[in-house]
């Protein structure tokens, strides 16, 4: 049975949009997606760093397809931007130059897989930049959404997500689709269905390569680390990566931040969370997902696993 869920424009940190351009600035949240002491996975006022554009509409019949539908990608991998007046000139160089760097990072063959540009008049859909209450982004293209596509990068007093794998982070969000995370908000269930880039550690291999310590996990968080079958993530063929600029670190969401809430375990002294730029294989995964490079459609059959993709699969 088909179940739709309406649900409108609802942020997953600390309240609503403030207006665009020009919104006023948060200066004290310490909200910040980073490996820092104000890193948002052990803040308890983090509620997470993506966004559902309203309405949000979705049936379990759709979410049984396992396929990637092509309406959520970016026409042509081509992003329109504006910045806000809030985002000092300083801080809107930087952003862009993030904006180059995944450009940069995924092209094949010399030609871009990926483009962000300033919008124009005539673009009915773009993200619009501002200094908001904490680093968070829509998810995908949702052209059937009009309306405003707020990608917020707090920049205050105590806090920053001006470090450039959170901005690189957050463009992923803006690159891919939803996350497999289910919600509980306002009494309804919000099934987030993951097609590109969520957080790796709900992967359905997951239990294979981490170690989930649910009882140092806030149980208001603990949303965050479900796994998810291939019915709900495609994982486009590529392997684990601890690497991912979309994994979280160790003691994500910890309710004791001197332990931890995941464990490595093929590699146990690997280093996750990182927040610097994309992995080779977030490269890929963006060069697969829209088509830039071939996605393999099969199972090695010798092994009846995924195939692996090595650095010669990372066409640049």
Known sequence: ????????????????????????????????E???????????????DDIVPPPFTNSLAERSTGSR???????GGVVPYEIAGNISANN???????????????????????????????????????NGRGCYAPIGFWGA?????????????????????????ELMHVLGEIHAHKLKM?????YRKTKGFYHEQSRPDRDLYVSIQW??????????????????????????????????????????????????????????GQRIQLSPIDILTIQRYYGCVPTPSTLNTATNRMPVESESDLVQ
């Open 145 to 169: 959404y009009v309306g405003v596509r707020p990608v917020s990068f707090l920049h205050g007093t105590y806090a920053t997500c001006m470090v450039s794998g959170i901005i690189q982070h």
């Open 215 to 272: 009882r140092n996990i806030d149980p208001t968080m603990a949303y965050n680390f479900d796994k998810y079958n291939d019915t709900y993530i495609d994982t486009l063929f590529t392997s684990y990566d601890y690497g991912s600029v979309m994994h979280y670190e160790r003691n994500a969401f910890a309710l004791n931040a001197s332990g931890v809430t995941i464990i490595p375990i093929q590699n146990a002294s690997a280093y996750i």
């Open 92 to 130: 809107s160089i930087f952003i862009v130059n993030m904006m180059r760097a995944i450009e940069n990072l995924t092209q094949v063959n010399n030609t871009q897989c990926i483009s962000f540009r300033p919008k124009t008049v005539s673009d009915p859909y773009f993200i619009t930049v501002f």
């Open 1 to 32: 049975m088909a179940i739709k869920l309406h649900m409108y424009l609802t942020l997953f940190l600390l309240g609503s949009i403030p207006n665009l351009p020009g919104a006023p600035t948060s200066q004290s949240s310490g909200i910040v």
């Open 34 to 48: 980073n490996r820092s002491t104000h890193n948002p996975e052990r803040n308890p006022e983090f509620k997470g």
């Open 186 to 190: 306002n009494h309804f269930y919000l």
């Open 69 to 75: 539908p092509a309406h959520q990608r970016w026409s």
